[in-house]
């Protein structure tokens, strides 16, 4: 999830709208590494008056209509994801979505309501989220185009898409194979860019295996929703 790049990004927001706030929801006390996250996290705050006032670490919560109700966007800076209910959810609130690129997702790669952030400078990032919350011509465009993309999704028959998956898989139709094939190379090329972020950035090898591990997942996924 990468919850540091969300606090440095805001931080560069915070210098183009003194009035934002960060509220950050999760438990941080589940395991070692979520503790050490929650430690770097108050660390960057806490060097900043700015940051100190305008970050809130909520923890669990299970309001999360009700939050993202009170949300002007949604920051999202996971490497990878397989199916984030979270951008669901946004997107049935009409809250826009601000996140790295993540092609292979259902829900992020039609682009509706999606803010895609420079990866590689959290200060365009910062200009891109200001953009939409400075201008509210663009704002109400994405929040509508989000929940009209929820709509979609909301009216399609996962049972139906899932039986013509499978028997697809046991007559053996062409058209399916195809698409299954472009969806893993999409999901692949992703993950890779994103890879070499990991190496060049986090430079943590354990990382980079739990990477390797889970994108059969993701690639099972993304191939369940056509």
Not at 46 to 64: A, D, I, M, R, T
Not at 68 to 76: G, H, K, S, T, V
Not at 94 to 109: F, H, K, M, N, Q
Request: aromatic share 8%; net charge positive; charged share 25%.
């Amino acid at each position: 999830k990468q919850p540091l790049e969300a606090v440095k990004i805001f931080s560069f927001v915070k210098q183009r709208r003194p009035q934002a706030v960060l509220h950050m929801f999760g438990s941080y006390d589940c395991d070692r590494e979520s503790r050490q996250i929650a430690t770097e996290i108050r660390h960057i705050i806490n060097q900043s008056e700015e940051l100190k006032q305008s970050v809130f670490l909520n923890g669990f919560n299970l309001n999360v209509i009700e939050n993202l109700r009170r949300a002007d966007i949604l920051l999202l800076t996971s490497m990878f994801e397989g199916n984030p209910g979270v951008v669901i959810e946004a997107k049935a609130c009409g809250v826009p979505v601000a996140c790295y690129d993540l092609p292979y997702v259902e829900s992020i790669r039609d682009r509706a309501g999606i803010v895609v952030l420079n990866q590689e400078n959290k200060s365009i990032a910062a200009d891109q989220i200001a953009e939409v919350l400075q201008d509210n011509q663009k704002w109400t465009s994405l929040s509508k185009t989000a929940r009209l993309s929820y709509e979609r999704m909301h009216a399609c028959d996962l049972k139906q898409k899932y039986t013509e998956f499978f028997d697809a898989l046991k007559g053996g139709v062409e058209q399916k194979s195809i698409s299954a094939a472009e969806d893993i190379q999409i999901a692949l090329a992703t993950l890779s860019d994103h890879t070499a972020y990991a190496v060049r950035h986090i430079r943590t090898i354990p990382y980079l295996f739990r990477c390797l591990r889970r994108s059969a997942a993701i690639f099972l996924l993304r191939i369940l929703h056509r």
